[in-house]
């Protein structure tokens, strides 16, 4: 079984901290995306990695960064963490191949105060 | 930008009866479907892919129709367990580019 696992189920910061939420997959997947989840609006990708040290924008990436050091983890950095950005955090990663199914982490909900 | 809707719902459904509900898609050259499931503060998780006209497995039954750009989900016989947020996502480019999610549709099977 493929497992995406992530540092934290749950995290509170404040206003203003650099806030690190780290992704690891098991699976030697090519493809690594970080997605976050708000009611009303679903899911919405953020960023994502196709390779090591290659990183893309996704629909959302203002207020973001990531990095891919090693293939089989990829952070998201909250460079300066806003209350707007209080929201489950999913990290997700497939391999490169025709499929496009996404296997996904158990979510980080970031509460920022 | 590429847009995928659901109706959010919720549905209300005797155990047992069979449910229905759609996805619509507005790229007309999406190829992949696909049908998660996510429980209350879970991850989402793949129940069925959908790359042609359709796909079953169990009681579930996904189908494409491309002629009117909607995937629909079926279920039969449905359980207490399958009360969940189903969610129809669609690739939103190349290969490596990610999925497009729908908001998501909240079932709820009633005994």
């Known amino acids: 079984d493929v497992k995406v696992t992530q540092s934290s189920r749950y995290l509170v910061k404040r206003t203003g901290e650099k806030v690190f939420l780290e992704c690891v997959q098991d699976?030697?997947?090519?493809?690594m995306f970080w997605y976050r989840q708000d009611p009303g609006l679903g899911l919405r990708l953020i960023y994502f990695?196709?390779?090591?040290?290659?990183?893309e924008k996704g629909d959302i990436p203002e207020g973001y960064s990531v990095s891919r050091e090693k293939k089989e983890r990829f952070s998201l950095i909250l460079e300066s963490a806003s209350t707007n950005q209080t929201s489950m955090y999913l990290c997700?990663?497939?391999?490169?191949?025709?499929?496009?199914?996404?296997?996904f982490g158990p979510g980080t909900r970031l509460t920022v105060t | 930008r590429k847009e995928v809707e659901q109706d959010p719902g919720p549905f209300n459904v005797p155990e047992g009866a069979t449910v229905a509900f759609n996805c619509t898609y507005s790229?007309?050259?999406?190829?992949?479907f696909f049908w998660y499931r996510q429980d209350c503060r879970k991850e989402p998780k793949l129940l069925m892919s959908?790359?042609?006209s359709g796909n079953e497995d169990g009681r579930f039954t996904a189908q494409l129709n491309r002629a009117s750009q909607y995937i629909s989900l079926l279920i039969r016989d449905s359980k207490l367990s399958d009360s969940a947020t189903y969610l129809c996502?669609?690739?939103?480019?190349?290969?490596?580019?990610?999925?497009?999610f729908g908001k998501g549709t909240h079932l709820i099977i009633q005994p």
């Open positions: 996502g669609t690739e939103r480019g190349g290969g490596a580019d990610g999925l497009t």
């Open positions: 790229n007309s050259a999406s190829q992949s």
């Open positions: 990695s196709y390779d090591v040290k290659m990183k």
């Open positions: 959908v790359y042609s």
């Open positions: 699976m030697d997947h090519e493809n």
């Open positions: 997700a990663s497939n391999p490169r191949s025709a499929s496009y199914e996404q296997y």
